[in-house]
């Protein structure tokens, strides 16, 4: 198709010149055309890159459960450096705080199961997005059980 010249007839049949009819029009939809395409396509180099890209969390689940598995199975020196280990890993996740007051709960060690327990809690005073009334009642929960207050 031939394209329409600015001073030639409309080609929308009005009988005005091009340029003072439609011509602005097909220049508006031509260039919304082409910024969509342009936007698909950063969209889809985003995705390649991403994809190219490992999320860092992705293992979080599998070590953190990996935790629970060596305190079940009385591992608990082990569970200890996999629970540090977590903490190093992923810095922004309470898991390596529950997860170092499961293990010294299984030692027996109240005082440092507690401790944990409690930079969980601070954790969470710090981190408030995303956790709900039950992560507090839980571990508040803990530290009663494990470490309640003295009288005075």
């Not at 499961?102 to 030692?107: K, L, S, T, Y």
Request: net charge negative; proline share 5%; charged share 35%.
């Amino acid at each position: 198709m031939a394209k329409t010249g600015r001073n030639d007839p409309c080609h929308c049949g009005s009988g005005k010149k091009y340029k003072r009819c439609c011509e602005g029009t097909d220049q508006a939809a031509a260039s919304a055309k082409m910024q969509a395409a342009a936007k698909a396509s950063r969209d889809r180099l985003r995705a390649v890159l991403e994809d190219l890209e490992p999320d860092p969390y992705d293992n979080l689940d599998h070590d953190s459960n990996a935790v629970v598995d060596l305190v079940h199975a009385g591992k608990l020196d082990e569970a200890e450096n996999a629970a540090r280990d977590l903490l190093v890993r992923y810095p922004d996740v309470i898991d390596g705080h529950e997860r170092l007051g499961m293990v010294f709960e299984a030692r027996g060690d109240r005082k440092q199961a507690a401790a944990h327990y409690r930079d969980a809690l601070d954790f969470i005073a710090k981190n408030p997005e995303g956790f709900e009334d039950a992560s507090v009642a839980y571990y508040r929960d803990r530290l009663q059980e494990l470490d309640p207050p003295t009288g005075s």
